[in-house]
C-alpha cells in the first residue's frame, strides 16, 4: 500500500454490489467436489485459493455495507443492505463450513497440513462446531435482534442544557468538574435508558433464548459452550477463565477500593456516588489541548516518528479516507477497526468527543489496522490473517501503553495526568470486564431466568467487583440496570473478557518498555506480523510474554502498576 499510495482507493470510491449468494453456492459447491476428488496437493491448493477469493469478495461487500451503515444510520438503502446480510450471512458460513468440512476429510490431508499449517484446520474444525443448516433460520434472527439494539443505540436522542445530544456526546458532561452538571448529565442518561428499559429486556430475552436454542439444536449443554466455539478458545476453558476473573477479585479489586478512596478525597466530597466516578480528578480529568481537527495531523507525526516512517500508515490511511473519527447524530456508536479483505485495506471507525478517551480509542484502534497491515502476508488464508479476538486486543491495548511518550503532543503540560488516568482506568476495568464476563456465564447457564431476575444477578455481581458504587437510588441502575449500556453484552457476547486477557498482556510490555523500548517493539512487530497464524497461548509465549492466566503475572503487574500510580 505504502509503497505506492497514488494506486490506493479513496473509501468513497469503491464501489458496492449486492453479492450473489446463488453465485457463491455455486463456487462453494465446486469447491467441494474439487476438495473431495483431489489426489495432489496443487489441485486441492487451486480449489480453495478460487473458493478464498469468493469468500473474500462476499466479506469486502459486507464489511463496507457495514460502514457506510454505520456512518448515517438513518440511510434506508444501507438497513435495507444490512437486512440482507443479516438474512443471508449464516447462509454463506454453512456453505463455507462445508467446503472446509471436504478439506478436513480430504485423503491428503497430511500433506496439506505440511503446506498450509495446521491453524486452518483448527478453524475449519471450529466452523463446523459452529454452523448447521438445522440453525441457519435462527441465526438469522439473532443478526436482526443485534442490529436493531444497534440501530436504538445509534439513534439516541437526549436534550441536555438545550442541545440535543447523543450517547456519545454526552461524556464530557458525565465527567464535568461541577458535581451538579454531573449528576444532572447522568441522571439524563439514565433516564434515557429507563424509557428504553421494556425494549431493551425484550431484545435481550429474545437473544437469550434464540441462542440457547440454537446451543440445543448444536448438541452442546448451553450457549456458554457455543459461545467459547464462537469466540475461538482453543487453549483455554470457562474454569480456567474463572480462576483469571477470581485472581482479579483477588488481586486488583483491592487496588481499585483505594483508588477510589484517593479519589474521594481528592474531589472532597463526604460520599462517593456513581455519577462521581467519571471525574478522577479535581480540577477535571485531561483532555487534548488540540482543536479536534487537528487529531489527525498530531496522530500522523506521532506514528511517523514512532515507527519512523513517513508518511505513516496512519496517515496514508487518512488521506485516502479510510477513517471517521467524529461523533454526530445517526452515526453508530462506539469505535471499531474493520478491514476490506479485496483491498487489504483498514478502516477505522470511532465517535470524538472532546475527551481523553477520544485519543486512547484512535490509538487503539490505530492499533488493530497496524496489525491488520502487517499481517497481510502472514497466511494464504484469509481466516488466518487475523488472530483470535483476545490475541486482536493486545495489538490495540498495548499500543496505547507504546504511545505513552508521545502523548505531549495531544495533552502539553498535562501529558503526565494523561497517563496517570490512562493507567488507572485500565486497573479499574479489569473488574469491571471480568463483571460483564461472569454475568454472561450466569445468564446463559439459566437461559430460563426473567429479565428482573438477570438485573439482580448484575446487581450482585456488581458488589463483588466494584464494590465502592454507590447509585443514590437511581431507578434504573439501583435495581441493575447498568449492563444494559454494555453493547457487547448484545452483540458480541464473551467477546469482553477478551479485553481483561490483553491489557494483562499488554501491560508485560508496557513494563518491559520502561527498561527497554526497542525490546518492547521487538516483541510488538513479532505480535502483529504473526497474524492468526497460532492460539492466543503459542502467539504470546512465541513473542516472549507470559500467559495472563498466570497469577505470578497478575501479581507482578498489580505491584507493578501500584508502583507508577504511586499507590
Same mark, same amino acid.
Given at each position: 500500500?505504502?509503497?505506492?499510495?497514488?494506486?490506493?482507493?479513496?473509501?468513497?470510491?469503491?464501489?458496492?454490489?449486492? %453479492?450473489?449468494?446463488?453465485?457463491?453456492?455455486?463456487?462453494?459447491?465446486?469447491?467441494?467436489?474439487?476438495?473431495?476428488?483431489?489426489?495432489?496437493?496443487?489441485?486441492?491448493?487451486?480449489?480453495?485459493?478460487?473458493?478464498?477469493?469468493?469468500?473474500?469478495?462476499?466479506?469486502?461487500?459486507?464489511?463496507?455495507?457495514?460502514?457506510?451503515?454505520?456512518?448515517?444510520?438513518?440511510?434506508?438503502?444501507?438497513?435495507?443492505?444490512?437486512?440482507?446480510?443479516?438474512?443471508?450471512?449464516?447462509?454463506?458460513?454453512?456453505?463455507?463450513?462445508?467446503?472446509?468440512?471436504?478439506?478436513?476429510?480430504?485423503?491428503?490431508?497430511?500433506?496439506?497440513?505440511?503446506?498450509?499449517?495446521?491453524?486452518?484446520?483448527?478453524?475449519?474444525?471450529?466452523?463446523?462446531?459452529?454452523?448447521?443448516?438445522?440453525?441457519?433460520?435462527?441465526?438469522?434472527?439473532?443478526?436482526?435482534?443485534?442490529?436493531?439494539?444497534?440501530?436504538?443505540?445509534?439513534?439516541?436522542?437526549?436534550?441536555?442544557?438545550?442541545?440535543? *445530544?447523543?450517547?456519545?456526546?454526552?461524556?464530557?458532561?458525565?465527567?464535568?468538574?461541577?458535581?451538579?452538571?454531573?449528576?444532572?448529565?447522568?441522571?439524563?442518561?439514565?433516564?434515557?435508558?429507563?424509557?428504553?428499559?421494556?425494549?431493551?429486556?425484550?431484545?435481550?430475552?429474545?437473544?437469550?433464548?434464540?441462542?440457547?436454542?440454537?446451543?440445543?439444536?448444536?448438541?452442546?449443554?448451553?450457549?456458554?459452550?457455543?459461545?467459547?466455539?464462537?469466540?475461538?478458545?482453543?487453549?483455554?476453558?470457562?474454569?480456567?477463565?474463572?480462576?483469571?476473573?477470581?485472581?482479579?477479585?483477588?488481586?486488583?479489586?483491592?487496588?481499585?477500593? /483505594?483508588?477510589?478512596?484517593?479519589?474521594?478525597?481528592?474531589? #472532597?466530597?463526604?460520599?462517593?456516588?456513581?455519577?462521581?466516578? %467519571?471525574?478522577?480528578?479535581?480540577?477535571?480529568?485531561?483532555?487534548?489541548?488540540?482543536?479536534?481537527?487537528?487529531?489527525?495531523?498530531?496522530?500522523?507525526?506521532?506514528?511517523?516518528?514512532?515507527?519512523?516512517?513517513?508518511?505513516?500508515?496512519?496517515?496514508?490511511?487518512?488521506?485516502?479516507?479510510?477513517?471517521?473519527?467524529?461523533?454526530? *447524530?445517526?452515526?453508530?456508536?462506539?469505535?471499531?477497526? @474493520?478491514?476490506?479483505?479485496?483491498?487489504?485495506?483498514?478502516?477505522?471507525?470511532?465517535?470524538?468527543?472532546?475527551?481523553?478517551?477520544?485519543?486512547?480509542?484512535?490509538?487503539?484502534?490505530?492499533?488493530?489496522?497496524?496489525?491488520?497491515?502487517?499481517?497481510?502476508?502472514?497466511?494464504?488464508?484469509?481466516?488466518?490473517?487475523?488472530?483470535?479476538?483476545?490475541?486482536?486486543?493486545?495489538?490495540?491495548?498495548?499500543?496505547?501503553?507504546?504511545?505513552?511518550?508521545?502523548?505531549?503532543?495531544?495533552?502539553?503540560?498535562? @501529558?503526565?495526568?494523561?497517563?496517570? *488516568?490512562?493507567?488507572?482506568?485500565?486497573?479499574?476495568?479489569?473488574?469491571?470486564?471480568?463483571?460483564?464476563?461472569?454475568?454472561?456465564?450466569?445468564?446463559?447457564?439459566?437461559?430460563?431466568?426473567?429479565? /428482573? /431476575?438477570?438485573?439482580?444477578?448484575?446487581?450482585?455481581?456488581?458488589?463483588?467487583?466494584?464494590?465502592?458504587?454507590?447509585?443514590?437510588?437511581?431507578?434504573?441502575?439501583? %435495581?441493575?440496570?447498568?449492563?444494559?449500556?454494555? /453493547?457487547?453484552?448484545?452483540?458480541?457476547?464473551?467477546?469482553?473478557?477478551?479485553?481483561?486477557?490483553?491489557?494483562?498482556?499488554?501491560?508485560?510490555?508496557?513494563?518491559?518498555?520502561?527498561?527497554?523500548?526497542?525490546?518492547?517493539?521487538?516483541?510488538?512487530?513479532?505480535?502483529?506480523?504473526? #497474524?492468526?497464524?497460532?492460539?492466543?497461548?503459542?502467539?504470546?509465549?512465541?513473542?516472549?510474554?507470559?500467559?495472563?492466566?498466570?497469577?505470578?503475572?497478575?501479581?507482578?503487574?498489580?505491584?507493578?502498576?501500584?508502583?507508577?500510580?504511586?499507590?
Amino acid at each position: 500500500m505504502s509503497d505506492d499510495k497514488m494506486k490506493m482507493p479513496k473509501f468513497s470510491d469503491i464501489q458496492y454490489t449486492r %453479492p450473489s449468494v446463488e453465485a457463491f453456492r455455486e463456487c462453494a459447491m465446486s469447491t467441494r467436489l474439487k476438495l473431495m476428488a483431489a489426489r495432489d496437493p496443487d489441485v486441492a491448493e487451486n480449489a480453495i485459493m478460487t473458493f478464498q477469493r469468493e469468500m473474500s469478495a462476499f466479506d469486502t461487500a459486507f464489511t463496507l455495507c457495514m460502514i457506510r451503515h454505520d456512518l448515517d444510520t438513518s440511510d434506508s438503502f444501507w438497513n435495507d443492505e444490512m437486512d440482507f446480510f443479516d438474512e443471508h450471512y449464516p447462509v454463506v458460513s454453512e456453505l463455507s463450513a462445508g467446503v472446509y468440512a471436504a478439506l478436513l476429510h480430504s485423503e491428503i490431508r497430511p500433506q496439506l497440513e505440511e503446506r498450509f499449517g495446521t491453524m486452518i484446520f483448527k478453524k475449519t474444525q471450529n466452523q463446523r462446531d459452529i454452523v448447521s443448516s438445522e440453525v441457519l433460520d435462527e441465526l438469522s434472527e439473532e443478526s436482526s435482534l443485534e442490529t436493531e439494539y444497534s440501530q436504538i443505540l445509534s439513534e439516541a436522542d437526549i436534550l441536555f442544557k438545550g442541545k440535543h *445530544q447523543t450517547l456519545s456526546t454526552m461524556t464530557p458532561f458525565l465527567e464535568s468538574t461541577d458535581r451538579e452538571t454531573r449528576k444532572k448529565a447522568h441522571k439524563a442518561v439514565s433516564d434515557y435508558y429507563l424509557s428504553n428499559k421494556p425494549k431493551f429486556d425484550e431484545i435481550y430475552d429474545k437473544m437469550v433464548k434464540i441462542r440457547t436454542t440454537i446451543s440445543k439444536k448444536l448438541g452442546y449443554k448451553d450457549f456458554v459452550e457455543l459461545g467459547y466455539k464462537r469466540m475461538e478458545r482453543y487453549d483455554y476453558d470457562p474454569e480456567k477463565v474463572s480462576v483469571f476473573r477470581d485472581n482479579v477479585v483477588k488481586y486488583i479489586v483491592p487496588i481499585t477500593s /483505594e483508588i477510589r478512596r484517593l479519589q474521594k478525597n481528592r474531589l #472532597g466530597v463526604d460520599k462517593l456516588f456513581y455519577y462521581d466516578l %467519571p471525574c478522577l480528578f479535581l480540577h477535571g480529568n485531561p483532555v487534548p489541548n488540540i482543536p479536534q481537527s487537528d487529531y489527525f495531523s498530531t496522530g500522523c507525526q506521532m506514528f511517523g516518528k514512532m515507527f519512523s516512517k513517513d508518511p505513516s500508515f496512519f496517515q496514508v490511511l487518512g488521506e485516502h479516507d479510510f477513517m471517521d473519527l467524529f461523533s454526530r *447524530q445517526n452515526k453508530a456508536t462506539g469505535g471499531y477497526c @474493520a478491514s476490506l479483505l479485496d483491498y487489504g485495506i483498514p478502516y477505522i471507525l470511532m465517535n470524538a468527543n472532546s475527551t481523553a478517551d477520544d485519543v486512547a480509542t484512535m490509538v487503539h484502534e490505530s492499533g488493530h489496522a497496524y496489525a491488520a497491515l502487517r499481517s497481510i502476508d502472514s497466511s494464504q488464508f484469509i481466516e488466518c490473517l487475523s488472530p483470535t479476538l483476545e490475541a486482536c486486543e493486545i495489538h490495540s491495548t498495548a499500543m496505547e501503553y507504546l504511545t505513552y511518550p508521545y502523548m505531549e503532543m495531544f495533552f502539553g503540560n498535562h @501529558a503526565d495526568a494523561y497517563r496517570e *488516568q490512562h493507567m488507572t482506568l485500565a486497573l479499574l476495568f479489569l473488574p469491571y470486564g471480568c463483571l460483564v464476563d461472569e454475568y454472561q456465564h450466569v445468564v446463559y447457564s439459566h437461559p430460563e431466568m426473567t429479565p /428482573e /431476575e438477570r438485573h439482580a444477578a448484575w446487581r450482585e455481581l456488581e458488589k463483588k467487583y466494584q464494590p465502592d458504587i454507590d447509585y443514590d437510588g437511581d431507578p434504573f441502575y439501583e %435495581p441493575g440496570g447498568a449492563w444494559m449500556k454494555k /453493547e457487547h453484552i448484545f452483540t458480541s457476547p464473551f467477546y469482553y473478557i477478551d479485553y481483561c486477557l490483553a491489557q494483562v498482556c499488554a501491560l508485560q510490555i508496557w513494563d518491559i518498555s520502561r527498561k527497554n523500548r526497542k525490546k518492547a517493539m521487538t516483541i510488538y512487530e513479532h505480535l502483529c506480523a504473526a #497474524g492468526g497464524t497460532k492460539t492466543l497461548i503459542d502467539l504470546v509465549e512465541s513473542a516472549g510474554l507470559e500467559s495472563p492466566f498466570s497469577v505470578d503475572v497478575m501479581k507482578k503487574l498489580a505491584y507493578q502498576v501500584c508502583d507508577y500510580l504511586n499507590l
